[in-house]
């Protein structure tokens, strides 16, 4: 096991070790190199959990129901990049159009579950909604099963981002910094997104009042279409991105759903910048966690977000709720 | 009040069920028996979280942290002391409302999904714990073959400890249930505010509420022990926290013994569906999915239709402000 800290970097590979290297590894000077790559890793670490939050954060926000399901979207979203990729022969081709092409086989199968059986659902009790996207990780992660098997996999960076530079005076592997890219990327497309143009306005303006969005005559069911799809393609893409730092495996999906929703949760229900704020929060607490205690480093960022929560109880930023 | 429960019908059910489970180990093989068992101890779980979310109209997500805690205070009394099985055994519940009356005390603070996810992030803090804490819990691999008193450590014995001790908790959760508290509990659910408005503590009477049904929680989890001998940290995974709301959930979360019904089904799905394929959660799924569809009052909740009405329109009108 020990796959709970889905590792970016195989320099955090301590933390799995037993504790006899544990104590060795803290004992060593924590000197502010350490300290500046451990924040680079974290930092790194944040934007894949933020891509995935965002989406979760999104689909929260306008449909109001906490997508279970969504880290069996992501895991699809690693093996689908894997499947293509390795059809494509590897390399660089395969790596770039396997980060195209899975967000959309995500967000394709997110769709046809929304049209034939989700959206059915929408005036139900919340718990209900909950119930659903349950049962449909449950479904999903057992086609996943089926269809790829449970061994492990992983992809293989292309050139231009393998190898690692020196950062510090320690190597910082390129492909983080190529996440450390992507992640503001995805932030600020998704805020223009949501900002400028008109169905993302619509999008927001119907997580506020579905009603009112109703009654001036736009298909509210087709918005929420809409946000569930745009939510699992961000959950596709995060897959996606991930996989060449991680094996791809089953079981990914617990993971990284229960740290998307405690992200959301400090961050604030649907706001997107929260789901950033929550990201570098546990992102940065979880790698300092490594530096600090690896036997218990995952305890930080869940001891970070009980401080929050009972400091500010609906998150630290404005919850769209 | 004790006179009114005897000229229930149920009562009558429930005393015949309870004798025929009494003489059923020595017609069924050993192996029905085994399921039995687990099946009166996912009871007890599911019918103790039924407390909070039936009864309580809490969101209580993360039920699974307090029987595992029950399992793994008493497993570990037993293992790592020499102290009498009593006290392990008594020392198991106490602990688990002890863990629940402080996470507890954060939580109720708190509405609804914010209760939900507060509380989850606190119980992966304790599951973080066990799970890492490889010197005390034996971390991811649990602890297996925990040596039990004499007189339950055969299969048919613990049977009826199980049995029996389960039997006990449940006619005690039926009697506070009845009691003035559960009805008080109950119109919390229904209307909050106007409980407040009557002078009633709500809050108060929300953190009784979860210390009650986490120390039965913790008798579940004893008593899992009991009959497997061994602790392990999935026994405080999230993943089995959803389960059990589903159990609820699953056999009407407004009866009181919908929950058993709910386990049953469960449990009896994963062993025999789990021995034809290994994709029973597949299944799982797509019964759930049948059951939102069709029957999402649950298995016995269907003639509570109108009350469950009544109550979601009261959500609804709250959720609009």
């Known amino acids: 096991m020990g796959y709970e800290l889905a590792l970016i970097n195989p320099q955090l590979e301590p933390c799995k070790l037993s504790i006899g290297q544990a104590t060795m590894e803290t004992s060593q000077a924590i000197t502010l190199a350490a300290l500046g790559s451990h924040l680079l890793v974290g930092l790194s670490r944040a934007m894949i959990l933020f891509i995935v939050t965002s989406g979760l954060s999104f689909v929260l926000g306008v449909l109001r129901v906490p997508n279970v399901a969504h880290g069996s979207l992501f895991m699809i979203g690693a093996f689908a990049a894997h499947s293509i990729a390795g059809a494509l022969g590897g390399g660089s081709i395969g790596f770039w159009s396997a980060l195209f092409l899975a967000p959309l086989v995500v967000a394709a199968i997110s769709l046809i579950t929304e049209r034939l059986l989700f959206c059915h659902l929408y005036e139900r009790e919340h718990l209900m909604l909950l119930l659903f996207t349950f049962a449909l990780m449950l479904i999903l992660g057992d086609l996943t099963k089926m269809t790829f098997g449970a061994a492990y996999r992983s992809i293989i960076a292309p050139k231009i981002l393998q190898g690692s530079i020196s950062i510090f005076g320690s190597p910082f592997p390129k492909y983080n910094l190529f996440l450390l890219i992507v992640g503001p990327v995805v932030a600020i497309g998704l805020w223009l997104f949501s900002s400028k143009t008109k169905i993302g306005k619509i999008a927001r303006a119907a997580a506020v009042d579905r009603e009112m969005v109703g009654a001036i005559g736009i298909n509210v069911s087709w918005v929420f279409a809409f946000a569930f799809v745009l939510g699992c393609f961000l959950a596709g893409l995060g897959g996606a991105l991930v996989s060449p730092t991680i094996s791809v495996t089953i079981g990914m999906d617990h993971n990284v759903i229960i740290e998307a929703f405690l992200i959301v949760t400090i961050g604030g229900l649907g706001n997107m910048w929260g789901a950033m704020v929550g990201s570098l929060i546990f992102g940065i607490t979880q790698s300092f966690g490594i530096l600090l205690w690896p036997q218990f480093a995952i305890v930080f960022p869940y001891a970070a977000v009980v401080i929050i929560l009972t400091l500010k109880p609906t998150g630290m930023l404005k919850s769209v709720w | ?321």
């Open chain 2, 1 to 321: 009040m004790l006179l009114n429960i005897f000229r229930q019908k149920s009562l009558g059910v429930s005393v015949v069920i309870f004798f025929l489970l009494l003489i059923t180990p020595a017609i069924i093989p050993k192996f029905y028996t085994y399921i039995l068992a687990v099946i009166f101890v996912t009871a007890l779980l599911a019918m103790s979280l039924n407390m909070l979310v039936g009864h309580g109209g809490l969101f209580q997500f993360h039920h699974a942290v307090f029987y595992g805690v029950g399992a793994y205070t008493a497993g570990l009394i037993l293992v790592k002391t020499s102290w009498p099985w009593y006290i392990a055994f008594a020392a198991g519940p106490v602990a688990a409302a002890l863990i629940g009356f402080v996470i507890g005390i954060f939580c109720v603070r708190l509405n609804r999904l914010y209760f939900g996810m507060l509380q989850i992030s606190l119980g992966s803090l304790v599951w973080a714990i066990a799970f890492r804490w490889y010197d005390m819990t034996g971390g991811d691999d649990g602890i297996h073959g925990i040596p039990m008193p004499e007189f339950i450590s055969s299969l048919k014995s613990s049977y009826y400890f199980v049995l029996i001790v389960s039997g006990i908790c449940i006619v005690l959760m039926y009697l506070i249930y009845k009691s003035p508290f559960g009805s008080t509990l109950q119109a919390i659910r229904d209307n909050p505010e106007r409980c407040a408005a009557v002078g009633i503590n709500v809050k108060r009477h929300q953190l009784m509420g979860i210390v009650v049904a986490t120390f039965f929680a913790g008798v579940a989890g004893v008593l899992f022990v009991t009959v497997e001998g061994s602790i392990f940290p999935d026994l405080m995974f999230w993943v089995l926290s959803l389960e059990v709301f589903i159990m609820c959930l699953l056999g009407g979360w407004f009866t009181f013994g919908g929950p058993i019904l709910g386990a049953t089904a469960i449990v009896s799905l994963r062993t025999f569906v789990g021995t034809y394929t290994e994709y029973w959660t597949l299944i799982l799924g797509v019964i759930l999915i049948l059951l939102i569809f069709f029957l999402p009052d649950g298995i016995m909740g269907y003639n509570y239709r109108e009350k469950i009405r009544s109550w979601s329109a009261g959500r609804a009108v709250r959720d609009m402000k």
